[in-house]
């Protein structure tokens, strides 16, 4: 059979085309690009993350890992990156007594322990960050109060210390009040930003019954250290405090 161009034209039209190395070179950078947004988007959210203490309907006390008003953090997932809580009261002279706390599908569950009582938490993030940026060891601190305990005192590294009145606490830092800390604050009637005043304290109207929950943001400071064999160049510490008033109680 005669050669003909047409014949050329349809052998190349017909030939399946080897990809190029620049193809895919694209297609990498492509599939890393995306791979990097997803994980700026997770640390992202996470940096917006709080801890806290809630009641349940059961008469309980849990621990939440999540941006408030949002979906709670699971497990398997990113509430197995957070150490298993510390958790304790305050006696009446102040000693601590420990209480234990187990992991469940999207909460952390105090044991032995009461919303009837007030109680502490201590945990801690995986480490996060690192290669050309700072790594970062985040910890969270939280409390739960009942509205007739009364004045409490600083018990925890960062900490929202409910004074005698209703609606108000101090903003402490290794004991000490810290002036100028930004603290959100979530009632039931919406949210609200503050700012600890000279005396390190911050106030919000408690008119409505519901739960309220007032978060400091993160305070950090340079430190190096291990953990889980990362190491890690700066601590940041985040806490929270949360109180219901029952219907009864309005």
């Known amino acids: 059979m005669a050669f003909h161009p047409r014949n050329a034209r349809l052998i190349a039209a017909t030939t399946p085309r080897t990809p190029s190395f620049k193809h895919h070179t694209s297609m990498k950078l492509r599939t890393i690009t995306s791979l990097l947004t997803v994980l700026f988007a997770t640390l992202s959210n996470l940096q917006a993350h709080e801890v806290w203490i809630e009641d349940?309907?059961?008469?309980?006390?849990?621990?939440?890992f999540a941006e408030f008003?949002?979906?709670y953090e699971k497990s398997p997932g990113a509430l197995?990156?957070?150490?298993?809580?510390?958790?304790?009261?305050l006696g009446s002279e102040g000693k601590p007594k420990a209480g234990p706390a187990?992991?469940?599908?999207?909460?952390?569950?105090?044991?032995?322990?009461?919303p009837k009582s007030s109680a502490h938490i201590e945990t801690a993030y995986d480490v996060m960050g690192g290669g050309d940026k700072p790594a970062r060891k985040p910890f969270f601190y939280a409390r739960w109060h009942t509205i007739d305990a009364g004045a409490a005192k600083p018990a925890l590294t960062f900490d929202l210390v409910p004074t005698a009145n209703l609606g108000e606490a101090r903003v402490?830092?290794?004991g000490k009040p810290l002036p100028g800390?930004?603290?959100?604050?979530?009632?039931?009637?919406?949210?609200?930003?503050?700012?600890?005043?000279?005396e390190g304290l911050v106030r919000v109207a408690v008119e409505k019954p519901g739960f309220y929950l007032l978060v400091g943001k993160a305070q950090r400071e340079a430190q190096n250290g291990f953990w889980g064999g990362r190491a890690y160049d700066t601590?940041?510490?985040?806490?929270?405090?949360?109180?219901r008033v029952p219907a009864s109680k309005r």
């Not at 349940?56 to 939440?64: P, Y």
């Not at 800390?181 to 000279?198: F, I």
């Not at 601590?235 to 109180?243: E, G, K, T």
């Open 181 to 198: 800390t930004k603290v959100t604050a979530y009632l039931p009637g919406g949210s609200e930003d503050l700012t600890a005043d000279a």
């Open 69 to 71: 008003g949002g979906e």
């Open 235 to 243: 601590l940041s510490h985040n806490c929270s405090l949360a109180w």
């Open 80 to 89: 197995d990156s957070l150490s298993l809580p510390t958790a304790f009261t």
């Open 102 to 114: 187990e992991r469940k599908a999207d909460h952390f569950l105090l044991l032995n322990l009461s």
């Open 56 to 64: 349940t309907s059961e008469g309980g006390l849990v621990v939440r």
């Open 172 to 174: 402490t830092f290794r």
